[in-house]
């Protein structure tokens, strides 16, 4: 069975390739809901991530996205440190998954496979491509964040460009050119 990755930039529309591929029946690890499952059900994470940024980092048994988001976000540090905590944990948790799967591929998607040095571990990677400004746009919309809050965020990718020329194919998803023929193509290709 193929292994095969999905990235993208935030707001680059890695989550509506992926939604299109599990629609023609290949099962999708998404490594951000699994990273935040993780953070809120594994007891070890979770002491981890207390003893990483107190007891405020979790209210009444539920992670503190909101104080967490603001320290990493203006940290690098701090954010390199929980990264260090959660993304072992979801790798482990990503090989496990993709060994059960009995399709001719699957997919994980992840908008850190370069960062996190999986992309070894992939036999493709797949780049979700769209351009900045559309991408803030998407994402402010998305998450109710400011410009500014985006470009934070932004700043702790990998340059777009840099990361589509490391993927081995690239959906264009720009709100000009249509996703589904690329997917199915893609498709044709691996299956």
Known sequence: MLKIGITGGIGSGKSIVAKVFEHLGI???NADTAAKSLMENDPALRASITALFGP?????????????SSLVFKDRSKLEALNALVHPATIRFGKEWMSRQTTPYAIKEAALIFESGTQDELDYVIGVYAPQALRIHRVMQRDNLT?????????????????????????????QQLVLPQVLKLHERLK
């Open 27 to 29: 099962p999708v690890y």
């Open 56 to 68: 405020d980092a979790y209210l009444n048994g539920t992670l503190n996205r909101s104080y967490i």
């Open 147 to 175: 410009r500014e809050q985006v470009l934070q965020r932004m700043a702790n990718q990998i340059d777009e460009s840099v990361k589509m020329r490391l993927c081995d194919f690239v959906v264009v998803n720009d709100d």
